[in-house]
């Protein structure tokens, strides 16, 4: 890609987002960054300026577990950047304690899943008015270990569960994000926007922070040459920058080798993404997030 062209990019005040904001803003990009904390995202701004300090840094404020302030931060967004040339949908948490958002919404399933779908929805104006936009999702091998998918319930279930519960839950998450991206790449075929996943492999840097010995157990990775998130930021970076991968969508990739993935059943089933589709959307329109009239999303 050439310089000065604009990226979105969710969660970019830890982890795989900041290293990945770090690069693109040392190859030129024009970053627009989402936070929680007002203080991170200065921290993080002034590290993207002593490594680019012509890189242009703007930062939009809000709770990702909140799907209001999901929809505020896609609208402002949308009016300050009428042209956006990258999405990447990046935020993510796993919780080893259930909770549910104010919203009634369980929390991983709202950030982890629902929030990169209605952002996507909102940002899809001024992707299209790039020509040429480009989509990126994390998503995870933990897909692998979703248990058993359940729709639409399970975008909507508050069940209490346990520390070792809660990793089906967070795979359910990333299994959803894959049939998303297949989903949405089918429907906005023709419009110049490719959309893809990608498995970031292993790290604890952000996703890990509820661990009380995660800090340690990053440390000792690191030791070890395990899960370091370089490799993460570099498979996110490649789709983001490589010409390719502009006319590839719909695929889920692979951190290192950066070949297609085959993703566990039934992420490529077509029937399923669809339901999936339809279920997040009578789910956003019931909730007042989408209107019925744009909730055909294409």
């Given at each position: ?66 799907l ?19 999405l990447?949908?990046?935020v ?41 936009a ?94 370091d ?42 029937i ?17 997030f ?5 909730a055909?999303?294409?």
């Amino acid at each position: 890609m050439s310089k000065k062209e604009t990226i979105v990019i969710t969660g970019a005040t830890s982890g795989l987002g900041q290293l990945v904001a770090f690069e693109l803003g040392r190859r030129g990009f024009d970053l627009i960054l989402t936070a929680r904390s007002k203080e991170r995202a200065e921290a993080t701004r002034k590290k993207i300026q002593e490594i680019a300090p012509s890189t242009k840094v703007d930062f939009f404020y809000g709770d990702f577990s909140l799907l209001k302030d999901v929809k505020r931060v896609g609208s402002e967004i949308t009016v300050a950047y009428p042209k956006i040339d990258v999405l990447l949908n990046n935020v993510g948490i796993h919780a080893f304690v259930p909770r549910i958002t104010s919203e009634g919404l369980p929390e991983m399933i709202a950030v982890n899943y629902l929030a990169p779908w209605l952002l996507t929805h909102m940002l899809k104006p001024s992707l299209q008015n790039a020509r040429e936009a480009r989509v990126v999702n994390v998503a995870s091998e933990a897909s692998q270990r979703h248990g058993f998918l359940k729709l639409p319930d399970d975008l909507t279930d508050t069940t209490p569960f346990t520390s070792r519960g809660s990793s089906p839950i967070y795979g359910k998450t990333k299994l959803l994000n894959i049939m998303f991206t297949a989903e949405v790449a089918r429907r906005w075929s023709g419009t110049g926007i490719s959309v893809n996943a990608l498995n970031p492999g292993f790290n604890v840097t952000g996703l890990g922070r509820e661990l009380w010995f995660a800090s340690v157990l990053e440390r000792l990775l690191k030791a070890l040459r395990i899960g370091d998130p370089r490799k993460g930021a570099d498979i996110i970076t490649r789709l983001i920058v490589e010409p390719e991968c502009q006319k590839m969508t719909g695929g889920y990739f692979n951190v290192g080798t950066g070949k297609s993935i085959e993703p566990v059943s039934p992420g490529r089933d077509v029937i399923m993404q669809n339901k999936l589709w339809e279920a997040t959307e009578n789910l956003l329109v019931e909730k007042g997030f989408i209107s019925k009239s744009d909730a055909t999303y294409q």
